[in-house]
């Protein structure tokens, strides 16, 4: 039997000490063209744009653009960024350009000379840009993103400085961009980072370190020896303290820690750095699956792509804290952001809620996709090592981080012995940056590939495979010392009973989580299988997996939207033809041991739940009027839910639902825009082309739940509903004053209004 066992204290970068850090996020100009750096200074056409910034969303749907199916026929291209900044260094200091990724194949000059490239738009860089400056003058920043090379991705992937960018003034003997890196093993706090001399002389440096709780109380320090380093090298310096009783981080309790880490020469602190620390235990136990905390629990996994629908790629986190929301309804607690780095920010967004997380470095290796035929796989072998270190290095310091997936599906032959050597150099990389957490990877169709039977698959810490729950099964009881996890599993019954039954499998991450860009085939310009749509809002799917998922009593309907069990599902009692639709086939999704289902007060009979997990089935005739479902736990009602058949539209109401009040990227507000009846319900089928207008604040994009929504620019302040609904996302002009939201139907002679504001 093997165990594999890691306990760890792991680091958010949340801000840094020690050395000056500037955003870097404001006043750009941006250009699509194709100049060369000698030509931009003489091309019109530059507008002020700020970062995040995906201009591909920004563009309209066509057909014959060449990002194809995989990149939702969105437009590609050639852009520039640039800006200036000021370089007040002493001659002891070092400047550096750092960015938390760029998509992509990103070109960044300064004063005209190239200071760095990198094709990967996914994973963040830093380029030491002190010889091209003159100090204390201004320089100027240019940025070319290309992603004209197509097709490129099987999915959306925007193009644009789309995460942050910051200018950073360190001492020339420092630590670099994600150098630090700390664990917790047998009551000691070891603390990692890493120090580059960059200066003509020797430094003899000491670490120290300074752990805070949460309300800023100190804890416990640390001291390193002091090490000598000469000019020109890089060394690990380390340090250990005894620990007790530490708070640990849990999904109910994501507790997180203040670390400062500082670098002094002799008396004088010449860098720091202050991290965000939490600390928990992880265990992939073979026999009985996944441990947290030395809690065995299951991980409710969904995977996720990096775009938002209408925000593109350049995602505030108020949407994304609002997505994980909505399915933490469902019972979700861990991500796999598919199948690419995340960004930095969006992972310390699930170590502050409590989500786990599975990091994955690439969707290609050598052996290219369709649809991605010019993609990562032209850049791999030169690029595998530095992308594959810097995803860990981003990543190793984040408390939701429980596992590495070094690949998805590769297609790469793995029945050779280049096979194995490509995953075997991945894997012993990561372990070199990272001896705390496991390795896996999204193994495809492994029966036909060989790797169940020739040891590849023996090779790997943890065993992944993406669907055919039965295959992984099979090999488990062959190999009953790995321990194995569904990296990728559809919706159905069979892969939840799979998961509920066997002890020994960790966890899954459903095909996808949430709607996203991409992987459609047109008119579709969007993937549509997944719990909640591109909004946020819940499918009939995610209320089925609530029921499997959930703790807390919940029961939840939907109905074969048209007669007779035909349709797809929706979770309302108004259709679309009253004078057709006669018989109604009803799923019940529950937690609880029993329901039952009225209309109109009439019972329809109580019903257990199945110990399937299929949902309890209802034949009524339908009637229009009210209907109620409800839960029963020991014959005591536990849960219920009700739908009305809804009037004839009578206005447009806006509520606010989500998001975060303020003028900062990260700060958008979400409201939810639709056509109602006289009481205020939902007109699911009264479809119309709403006009917004906002005032005092910015209305960032709108966006409905429709995948053949493409003949509008998610700019624009006049859209279509969908199902009655539409979202817009704004942003405050300013942090005082009233914000008012009008909503105009501009389709129809009812002329239909409504408005908000707050």
């Known amino acids: 039997m093997r165990k594999f066992l890691i306990v760890t204290l792991l680091l958010l970068p949340m801000c840094i000490m020690g050395r000056e850090v500037r955003s870097l996020d404001a006043g750009w100009q941006f250009v699509q063209s194709d100049a060369s750096i000698d030509e931009i200074s003489h091309i019109d056409g530059w507008r002020q744009v700020d970062v995040p910034h995906d201009w591909s969303i920004e563009g309209e749907f066509d057909r014959s653009n060449p990002t194809g199916q995989g990149g939702a026929y969105l437009p590609a291209g050639i852009g520039w960024y640039r800006r200036t900044i000021k370089t007040d260094i002493t001659p002891d200091e070092r400047l550096f350009l750092e960015f938390d990724g760029v998509m992509a194949c990103s070109s960044v000059y300064v004063n005209g000379k190239l200071a760095g490239y990198r094709p990967n738009g996914y994973v963040g860089f830093s380029y030491d840009i002190t010889d091209h400056v003159a100090p204390g003058t201004d320089a100027t920043v240019a940025v070319r993103v290309d992603n004209s090379v197509q097709p ?14 910051r200018l950073v003034r360190k001492n020339a003997c420092h630590i670099p961009m994600d150098g630090v890196f700390a664990s917790f093993d047998e009551g000691k706090l070891n603390v990692k980072a890493t120090v580059s001399n960059r200066s003509d002389k020797s430094r003899k440096v000491k670490l120290q370190f300074v752990l805070k709780d949460a309300d800023g109380k100190v804890v ?290 459903l095909w996808a989580g949430i709607d996203y860009l991409g992987e459609a085939a047109w008119p579709q310009v969007m993937w549509s299988t ?83 997990a299929r949902p309890a089935l209802y034949n009524v005739n339908f009637t229009p009027g009210v209907i109620n479902v409800r839960g029963y736990n020991d014959g005591i009602e536990a849960a219920k839910c009700y739908s009305v058949t809804v009037g004839d539209p009578q206005n447009i109401v806006i509520e606010k639902i989500g998001g975060r009040t303020g003028t900062g990227f990260d700060d958008v507000e979400i409201l939810s825009v639709f056509i109602a009846d006289g009481e205020g319900n939902v007109c699911p089928n009264n479809d119309c082309r709403i006009e917004l207008k906002v005032d005092g604040a910015d209305l960032i994009a709108v966006d409905n739940a429709d995948v053949l929504a493409h003949d509008t620019s998610h700019k624009s302040a006049s859209f279509n509903t969908y199902q009655g609904r539409m979202t817009a996302y704004i942003r405050r002009t300013s942090d005082s004053g009233k914000v008012t939201v009008t909503a105009t139907d501009c389709s129809s002679a009812a002329a239909l209004k409504g408005s908000i504001s707050f």
């Not at 099987?154 to 644009?160: D, E, I, L, N, Q």
Request: net charge negative; with cysteine; glycine share 8%.
């Open 152 to 165: 490129a991705s099987r999915w959306y992937t925007g193009c644009g400085i789309n995460r942050h960018v």
């Open 530 to 612: 997944s719990l909640l749509d591109v909004t946020g809002g819940v499918k009939p799917a995610g209320l089925q997996r609530a029921s499997w998922w959930t703790k807390e009593p919940m029961v939840a309907f939907a109905r074969h939207a048209d007669n007779n069990g035909a349709g797809a599902l929706v979770s309302d009692w108004t259709p679309a033809d009253m004078d057709t639709y006669d018989q109604a086939v009803i799923e019940v999704y529950s937690n609880c041991q029993e329901v039952d289902l009225w209309i109109n007060g009439e019972p329809q009979g109580r019903r257990p739940m199945p110990d399937n």
């Open 220 to 509: 416990t320090r640390g001291n390193g020896a002091d090490v000598q380093i000469a000019p020109g090298e890089q060394t690990e310096l380390a340090s250990s303290v005894a620990l007790k009783s530490p708070h640990l981080w849990s999904l109910d309790d994501p507790y997180l820690y203040t670390l400062e880490v500082s670098l002094s020469d002799g008396s004088k602190e010449i860098d720091s750095e202050t991290v965000t620390t939490g600390l928990r235990t992880i265990r992939f136990d073979n026999e009985k699956g996944f441990f947290l905390n030395g809690q065995n629990i299951k991980m409710y996994g969904v995977c996720l792509h990096s775009d938002a629908g209408a925000l593109g790629t350049a995602v505030p986190l108020s949407v994304w804290e609002y997505r994980l929301q909505q399915l933490r309804k469902l019972g979700v607690n861990a991500i796999r952001m598919a199948h690419n780095p995340a960004d930095p920010a969006f992972m310390d967004l699930c170590d502050r809620m409590g989500f786990m997380f599975m990091a994955e470095s690439f969707d290609t290796w050598n052996s290219a996709k369709n649809h991605a035929e010019k993609g990562y796989n032209l850049y791999f072998d030169e690029w595998w090592e530095r992308d594959t270190r810097a995803m860990v290095e981003q990543s190793r310091n984040h408390p939701s981080v429980v596992i590495y997936s070094v690949g998805n599906e590769i297609r790469d032959n793995l029945n050779v012995p280049e096979g194995f050597e490509k995953y075997r150099k991945q894997q012993d990389l990561v372990h070199s940056l990272d001896n705390t957490r496991p390795v896996t990877m999204a193994l495809f169709r492994p029966n036909s590939s060989g790797v169940y039977k020739n040891g590849f698959a023996e090779m790997m810490d943890v065993v992944g495979q993406n669907y055919r729950v039965d295959e992984l099964k099979a090999y488990h009881e062959v190999h009953p010392e790995k321990a194995i996890i569904g990296t990728e599993n559809t919706h159905d019954v069979q892969s939840w009973l799979m998961l509920r039954d066997d002890p020994s499998l960790c966890g899954q991450f």
